[in-house]
């Protein structure tokens, strides 16, 4: 017969494993819903251990939450190099590179807080999105962004946001396929606003000046006009 010996997990270890755990469970069902005796149960420990590493469900909940917007945020950080639409393409990749590997933390973390009427928990997920916000921003050089780009790029990271919240049900649509068309729809953005205003054309036309033919601006203009053509025909 043979003796399963159970490793002795050390105090950090475990604690990310009851993260791990949780956002997974907290994912699928409302947090008031699960127990601390299910949380235990798929960590494969006592339930008087999980008040060892936590004192409640809400001080657990909060920690999973923390460690996903954290990880999230990381994702939007990007070297000022090269044209707009290349970064802004790397940031989508990795954006669905955590959507993708770590969807049951994106949904607690973007869905999550509101059920519990944590203020903490909200506060995680703007910050995320303020983030977001602050390095786009920090891309484009703007220092006192005008009123129309602080709604085309806000726009932008809530319209990232839900276009990740509905592919992650069923993946229907191609991975690739989306992350660029999340760049193309900044682009798109930020021409309809600079035909309603010169300091926006102005902000577009220093974009565009940088732009390769075949990077990702260059790709949605070539759709565009093939579109146009389709169109005339």
Same mark, same amino acid.
């Given at each position: ?76 950080? $990007? ?6 639409? +290349?970064? !802004?393409?790397? =940031?989508?990749?990795?954006?669905? /590179?955590?959507?993708? %590997? ?76 989306? $992350? ?6 900044? +682009?798109? !953005?930020?021409? =309809?606003?600079?035909?309603?205003? /010169?300091?926006?054309? %102005?902000i577009l036309l220093r974009i ?26």
């Open positions: 017969m043979t003796t399963v010996v159970r490793r002795r997990m050390g105090v950090e270890e475990r604690k990310r494993q009851l993260i791990s755990v949780a956002l997974e469970l907290f994912s699928h069902r409302s947090p008031e819903d699960v127990s601390i005796d299910e949380i235990a149960a798929a960590a494969g420990i006592s339930r008087p251990l999980v008040y060892h590493y936590f004192p409640g469900k809400q001080s657990l909940y909060e920690a999973a939450l923390r460690h996903a917007a954290d990880e999230l945020a990381d994702r939007f950080t $990007e070297p000022h190099e090269g044209p707009l639409g +290349a970064r !802004l393409l790397r =940031v989508m990749g990795r954006f669905f /590179d955590f959507v993708d %590997g770590h969807g049951p933390g994106f949904f607690a973390l973007m869905r999550g807080g509101p059920a519990v009427g944590s203020s903490t928990a909200n506060a995680m997920i703007d910050e995320v999105r303020q983030t977001a916000y602050e390095q786009i921003m920090a891309h484009l050089g703007v220092r006192n962004p005008p009123a129309r780009l602080e709604l085309i790029v806000r726009s932008w990271v809530s319209l990232a946001e839900s276009t990740a919240l509905i592919w992650l049900d069923g993946r229907r649509i191609p991975r690739g396929e989306l $992350e660029s068309q999340l760049v193309h729809d900044f +682009a798109a !953005l930020t021409a =309809v606003s600079a035909a309603y205003d /010169d300091e926006m054309a %102005g565009v000046a940088d732009e390769p033919a075949d990077g990702p601006f260059g790709d949605l203009l070539g759709r565009l006009t093939r579109l146009g053509q389709r169109a005339q025909a």
